[in-house]
């Protein structure tokens, strides 16, 4: 049975721009939810509720965010020195079978069970979520796996060049390991970029006939790399959002304003006169829609001021 998660969270999300100048990746809002609280979301749901969270020292939002759930301990990575070494926190801390998953990425929690199941069924030391991708996608940024019959892994090779590339199957930040993993952090050997990489790690393994390495397909999954991702996470769970107009009770709105759903506005947002929010409009909160404004399919981070006419966008103006 796994009963305990490590979700590593050191990570800042340079790709996102000045995005993520002021918080973390893991803290970026889903439809006014921390994208590791929607992961994490999918995890308890799978029925894993022992959390770790590895984070940065210098992450004070997420650490306030967690302060009061009992069922989630955060720990620090002092360091950026990869994804290995983050779980290296957790040595002592983690027993028997756990699941490991990055926060950027959402994977819907039958696909985690599945993944949990493979794992006893098949006796493994490591699993590995793996997706299949079309041939023209690029993969030099991820890991590529090539899988025997049974679905044991012959090769993880870690952002191949296309020449490389063994199949089209990519790994996903997902894995079920146990215990033993510690120990073979231990002899890892940092990468040319100087830090300490799981996906370096299960390279190795995969080789060495001690160890049993399978993947377990995953057939939908959704991640944060850039702005456009952040845009349609947050399109994605409006689309689900149900009534398809939701105003925070503190928003004030005027009555000569014109809202279309489906929207969400959040805390303390102002809709000034004659302004038209929405379709597919998300107000993270304490954001001004000035006079006479327009903004449709949109996501709005927090302490903004629109002006104009604005579609398709991530905005964030802070003042």
Partial sequence: MVNTAVILAAGRGSRLGRVTEKRSKAMLPILGV??????????????????????????????????????????QQEKPLGSGDALKVCAGLVHSEFLISACDSIVRADQIRSLINTHKHKAATVSVGVMRVSRDVSLEARSVVDLDSDGRILLFIEKPKPEERPSNITALPLYVCNDAIFKQLEQLEPSIRGEYELPGLFSELCQDPRFVMVGSLINDRVDLTNQADLLELNRIY??????????????????????????????????EEQSHVGPGVILEGDNIVSTGSNIKDALVLRGSLIRGDHSSEVLFNNF
């Fill in 34 to 75: 921390p994208m590791i609280q929607r992961v994490i979301d999918e995890i308890v749901s799978a029925g894993v509720t022992n959390l770790f969270i590895v984070s940065s020292p210098h992450d004070a939002d997420l650490k306030e965010y967690f302060r009061h759930q009992r069922h989630i301990t955060v720990l």
């Fill in 238 to 271: 409006l689309r689900r959002q149900c009534p398809p107009v939701c105003i925070d009770v503190s928003a004030r709105v005027s009555p000569t304003a014109r809202i279309e759903g489906p929207v969400w506005i959040g805390p303390r947002c102002v809709i």
